[in-house]
């Protein structure tokens, strides 16, 4: 079977995916259809094509300038993360509108290495929305653009959003204002997970919820180094001092190197005994790498 034809195969068995409510979907997954090191995501009929070599078949380029699609190309594991560039179809030079589970997100093609939210989670933050309740206050750190903080407050809760930057933050808002939610009415925090973590705890401020989704490695301003297979606990361990009796924590990370054991291990290490762990899967198009890991922690 030719290239082409393997990405038509794969984008016909995801469009039971594609509705009113979710415009926003994986459409082919390296290994798992076919072509390893090569993927394709859908935003809102615009489509993103990643891939880990610099260089692109002619098969592959030919089916991309014949699909009628608007379409931009990223080059994973680069030095220096750069745009996407255009490959095919209209250019997308302005921001716009993807919707997932009947919430909206804004996208930018023209944001750097990534575009506004990341797929792999919407059955994540499907289960944050169907968990809170109205009155419920939800901690979502390192939050990027905020898709799980808007999550939460479709759900009715009063969220916290904590980033290290300010325009991502902004971006935040920006989302929570495309589904009709008054950002005034939420919280947003600047600075370093761990250091908001600790002000917390002292100051007895507490959460119902708490979303983990952190960087594979980091290093703070002081230069003290964060590796999620060493140091996962340090942020469980912060996390569970800030929850309300009866909370939990998602925790995730997509870092390659952890076994799904390994990172059971580490970031419950230093939770209560008492504690309930529950593995979540990735979403259905998720054919190939089972990279992403997510544990549901009720304490």
């Keep these: 079977m030719n290239v082409s034809d393997l990405f038509e195969q794969a ?15 994986r459409l082919f997954d390296g290994s798992g259809d076919g072509v390893p090191d090569i993927f394709l ?13 610099n260089r692109l078949s002619n098969d592959i380029r030919e089916f991309f300038l014949h699909s009628g699609k608007t379409v931009y190309w990223k ?12 490959l095919a179809g209209p250019e997308q030079t302005n921001p716009f509108l993807a919707r997932e589970s ?9 944001s750097g290495y990534s575009q506004g939210i990341f797929l792999d989670q ?8 169907d968990r809170v ?6 901690l979502n750190t390192f939050a990027y653009t905020g898709a799980f903080t808007v999550s939460a407050a479709m759900g009715g809760a009063t969220t916290s959003t904590l980033d290290l930057s ?16 008054d950002p005034t009415a939420h919280y947003f925090c600047k600075g370093d997970t761990f250091h908001w973590l600790r002000r917390f705890s002292k100051q007895g401020r507490k959460f119902d919820g708490i979303i983990l989704d952190p960087p594979t490695f980091s290093r703070d301003d002081k230069g003290k180094v964060f590796r999620v297979e060493k140091d996962y606990h340090r942020l469980t361990d912060l996390a569970a001092q800030c929850l309300n009796p009866g909370g939990w924590i998602l925790a995730s990370t997509n870092c390659r190197k952890m076994s799904d054991q390994d990172f059971l291990y580490e970031a419950s290490r230093r939770l209560p005994r008492h504690h309930k762990a529950t593995a979540l899967p990735m979403p259905e198009e998720y054919t190939g790498e089972r990279y992403l890991k997510s544990l549901w922690f009720d304490l």
Excluded: M
């Design 11 to 25: 984008i016909a068995k995801r469009q039971h995916l594609l509705d009113d409510a979710t415009n926003a979907v």
């Design 41 to 53: 995501e859908c935003f809102a009929d615009r489509w993103i094509l990643s891939t880990r070599d």
């Design 75 to 86: 080059q994973l594991d680069q030095h220096q993360k750069t745009d996407p560039s255009h």
């Design 102 to 110: 009947g919430i909206n997100y804004e996208i930018s093609f023209q």
């Design 122 to 129: 919407r059955d994540n933050r499907k289960r944050v929305r």
């Design 133 to 138: 309740s109205s009155g419920d206050r939800i």
């Design 166 to 181: 300010q325009p991502y933050l902004d971006w935040a808002k920006q989302n929570l204002s495309h589904n009709s939610i």
